[in-house]
């Protein structure tokens, strides 16, 4: 049986799969995921199935949207949760200083243990300020009744725009209630937070933080003015991309059908 991620084979057909797995499945052990973590993994791999694994144009449009909204914002917030701090730190924080985004801890499952651990990852990963740990003070979003109401004072109550990947739809909804911009980074289309946020981005998240921060750096490099940004910003569609991300996974569905078997469409 394996057991550790350095057994894991190489050749294995789905080794990069299995490592994030086990990745997940450390983070649980540290605290850092919660146990619903893992089933969430779970359910976002059997979407990224659909979309063939891969990112797709429409999702880098999307992305290019996404971080032209964080540009623009006065007072942008990445919020974090388990799943996230461990599969992709060093993305996280290198995405958060290029954008001026500060990191913020915001959890579902409160666990005793969980925000320390998880702002350890954070720090090992670089990351300097932190909100929402246990040593800061916390506000509360009226609108909600789990442990996501509470909310860093310097974050994401008083943030204009919330970057929210692996989110769960009551804050997204709420966030979208108070006037706040949410982006979100989420494999499933058709879930409350995607259908909620203003932007989302339908890919995986370890995919998708490269290429943000690629964008963002190009955008830098070339000066990109504001009445760029906004235009970009502006000529988004929610709705019409989620229709093309649901189209997405009906064409590589049908693509599969007239192949007739998986691995055939896989070797090809």
């Not at 964080?70 to 200083?97: D, H, Q, R, T, Y």
Request: net charge positive; charged share 30%; with cysteine.
């Amino acid at each position: 049986m394996i057991k550790m991620v350095d057994e894991l084979p190489e050749d294995h057909p789905r080794a990069e799969s299995l490592h994030i797995r086990h990745k997940i499945i450390e983070g649980m052990h540290k605290l850092v995921v919660a146990e619903a973590g893992l089933i969430a993994h779970g359910r976002g791999e059997a979407w990224d199935y659909l979309i063939g694994e891969h990112t797709n144009p429409n999702a880098i449009n999307t992305m290019k949207v996404a971080v032209a909204q964080m540009l623009l914002a006065k007072s942008p917030v990445i919020s974090v949760n388990g799943n996230v701090a461990i599969l992709c730190p060093n993305e996280l924080v290198e995405f958060s200083k290029l954008t001026n985004a500060p990191l913020e801890i915001n959890l579902f499952y409160g666990k005793k243990g969980r925000i320390e651990a998880i702002t350890e990852t954070l720090r090992k990963a670089g990351a300097e300020k932190i909100l929402g740990t246990v040593d800061r003070k916390k506000e509360k979003i009226p609108e909600l009744s789990s442990n996501r109401r509470h909310v860093d004072p310097e974050g994401i109550k008083i943030a204009d725009v919330v970057m929210v990947p692996l989110e769960d739809g009551d804050r997204t909804e709420a966030l979208i209630k108070q006037g706040k911009k949410v982006i979100a980074i989420d494999l499933n289309p058709l879930n409350r937070t995607s259908q909620w946020a203003d932007i989302t981005i339908v890919d995986n998240i370890i995919r998708a933080l490269p290429i943000m921060i690629e964008i963002c750096k190009e955008f830098q490099q070339k000066n990109t003015e504001r009445g760029k940004l906004t235009d970009i910003v502006e000529q988004f569609d929610n709705k019409r991309n989620l229709s093309n991300s649901i189209e997405v996974v009906i064409n590589y569905l049908g693509k599969l059908s007239k192949k007739g078997k998986y691995l055939e469409m896989k070797k090809n």
